[in-house]
């Protein structure tokens, strides 16, 4: 695990952890929306009946940080930092991986699946102002897709899901078989027509 939080920022949350007066209290990293172009890092407290026993520890000499499993690859290369300023102090935080992280083959299947969607499919529904998104992968092997914005009761939905969207993850994600829609396309408000 590659992230790095140094002194100044340990020191600063360290503190904010003894303020709350909480036993075993540490801190939580995780990315909102990870893998789009929404994600969002998020840094927060974590009490220890919070702890998920997926969770990613690194113990470091001021504190403990948990990391949410599915963000784990998402926060690869990320940096927290403290600077003291004269009006206070900035604390800042960047995870250059968590739009679009670093996948290998060996990545989970949901990395894979957003990497490609985020990169490749996109950019193209973007034109129509759409989006696709991943809400699930059932049994390692089918995603379960949800459209937005432009798509969302476009009558040209079916194509672009098996002839855009399936075709293209299924040629660049090893393992998967097939992609589900499990978006209510009868709202039709902002289709694009």
């Given at each position: 695990?590659?992230?790095?939080?140094?002194?100044?920022?340990q020191e600063y949350?360290?503190?904010?952890?003894?303020?709350?007066?909480?036993?075993?209290?540490?801190?939580?990293?995780?990315?909102?929306?990870?893998?789009?172009?929404?994600?969002?890092?998020?840094?927060?407290?974590?009490?220890?009946?919070?702890?998920?026993?997926?969770?990613?520890?690194?113990?470091?000499?001021?504190?403990?940080?948990?990391?949410?499993?599915?963000?784990?690859?998402?926060?690869?290369?990320a940096y927290v930092?403290?600077?003291?300023?004269?009006?206070?102090?900035?604390?800042?935080?960047?995870?250059?991986?968590?739009?679009?992280?670093?996948?290998?083959?060996?990545?989970?299947?949901?990395?894979?699946?957003?990497?490609?969607?985020?990169?490749?499919?996109?950019?193209?529904?973007?034109?129509?102002?759409?989006?696709?998104?991943?809400?699930?992968?059932?049994?390692?092997?089918?995603?379960?897709?949800?459209?937005?914005?432009?798509?969302?009761?476009?009558?040209?939905?079916?194509?672009?899901?098996?002839?855009?969207?399936?075709?293209?993850?299924?040629?660049?994600?090893?393992?998967?078989?097939?992609?589900?829609?499990?978006?209510?396309?009868?709202?039709?408000?902002?289709?694009?027509?």
């Amino acid at each position: 695990m590659n992230i790095t939080i140094t002194d100044g920022a340990q020191e600063y949350l360290s503190s904010l952890l003894e303020k709350q007066g909480v036993e075993g209290i540490a801190v939580r990293i995780f990315i909102q929306q990870p893998g789009t172009p929404y994600a969002e890092t998020c840094l927060a407290y974590c009490r220890p009946d919070e702890v998920n026993e997926t969770d990613e520890i690194l113990n470091l000499p001021k504190l403990k940080v948990y990391i949410e499993k599915m963000s784990v690859n998402f926060l690869d290369e990320a940096y927290v930092d403290y600077a003291t300023e004269k009006m206070g102090g900035q604390l800042t935080i960047k995870a250059p991986n968590a739009k679009m992280p670093k996948v290998t083959a060996d990545s989970p299947i949901e990395d894979q699946i957003n990497y490609v969607l985020y990169s490749d499919i996109n950019p193209g529904l973007a034109a129509h102002g759409g989006e696709v998104s991943l809400l699930e992968v059932i049994d390692g092997q089918i995603a379960v897709l949800k459209f937005g914005g432009g798509c969302q009761g476009c009558s040209a939905v079916d194509l672009t899901l098996k002839e855009g969207v399936e075709k293209t993850l299924i040629e660049k994600v090893p393992g998967l078989t097939a992609v589900k829609d499990s978006t209510d396309h009868t709202v039709t408000d902002n289709a694009f027509m």
